[in-house]
Antibody, heavy 120, light 110 residues
Framework: QVQLVESGGGVVQPERSLRLSCGASGFTFSSYAMHWVRQPPGKGLEWVAIISYDGRNEYYADSVKGRFSISRDNSKNTLFLQMSSLRVEDTAVYYC?????????????WGQGTLVTVSS | QSMVTQPPSVSAAPGQKVTISCSGSSSNLGNNDVSWYQHLPGAAPKLLIYENDKRPAGIPDRFSGSKSGTSATLDITGLQTGDEADYYCGTWDSSLSAGLFGGGTKLTVL
């Protein structure tokens, strides 16, 4: 069965960096685009970034552009989100989720999420 | 602030029908498909509808979706208390080259 498991969350000070990982299993990881979506406490879902199946194309929300970087290792079935210059407003549960391709939003499987808390 | 708009809340009695709307613009809903998600507290979001009106395997036909122009709707019939959740529409914005979610709608089953 399809599984997505996020890791790497925790408490980090403002302006520091953190890298999230998402391990995938149960499907051909290299055939799917992958997204990161977050939910700040008490707020709605916010799309963060997407990477194409082959890693050649990446797109970002304006709120994280220039600070976050999405990447993937298809040989290890793993998705990453490198977060730099973190802000208090980046505090959220971060989910990884898969899609058929870039330019659609058919997010059919989601991980359970990992909590990132940015606080001094 | 989301560029795709949903009502903050809707409510209805068990067994009744509720409609949740999602309004966007030509660069997102007007030219791209919409999907709908159910999000229960403490759980991962669940895909209910994709490509405007298609249901994934295992989603009951009480959930249905439609899209016309720059607006979309999610209908839920035969409401159950277990349907109480937050519901989000999602789409792609071709001008921004970015994904978008609506602000979410909290469904209360009275």
């Amino acid at each position: 069965q399809v599984q997505l498991v996020e890791s790497g969350g925790g408490v980090v000070q403002p302006e520091r960096s953190l890298r999230l990982s998402c391990g995938a299993s149960g499907f051909t990881f290299s055939s799917y685009a992958m997204h990161w979506v977050r939910q700040p406490p008490g707020k709605g879902l916010e799309w963060v970034a997407i990477i194409s199946y082959d890693g050649r194309n990446e797109y970002y929300a304006d709120s994280v552009k220039g600070r976050f970087s999405i990447s993937r290792d298809n040989s290890k079935n793993t998705l990453f989100l490198q977060m730099s210059s973190l802000r208090v407003e980046d505090t959220a549960v971060y989910y990884c989720t898969r899609d058929r391709t870039v330019g659609t939003t058919r997010l059919d499987y989601w991980g359970q999420g990992t909590l990132v808390t940015v606080s001094s | 602030q989301s560029m795709v708009t949903q009502p903050p809340s809707v409510s209805a009695a068990p067994g009744q029908k509720v409609t949740i709307s999602c309004s966007g613009s030509s660069s997102n809903l007007g030219n791209n498909d919409v999907s709908w998600y159910q999000h229960l507290p403490g759980a991962a979001p669940k895909l209910l509808i994709y490509e405007n009106d298609k249901r994934p395997a295992g989603i009951p036909d009480r959930f249905s979706g439609s899209k016309s122009g720059t607006s979309a709707t999610l209908d839920i019939t035969g409401l159950q208390t277990g349907d109480e959740a937050d519901y989000y529409c999602g789409t792609w914005d071709s001008s921004l080259s970015a994904g978008l979610f609506g602000g979410g709608t909290k469904l209360t089953v009275l």
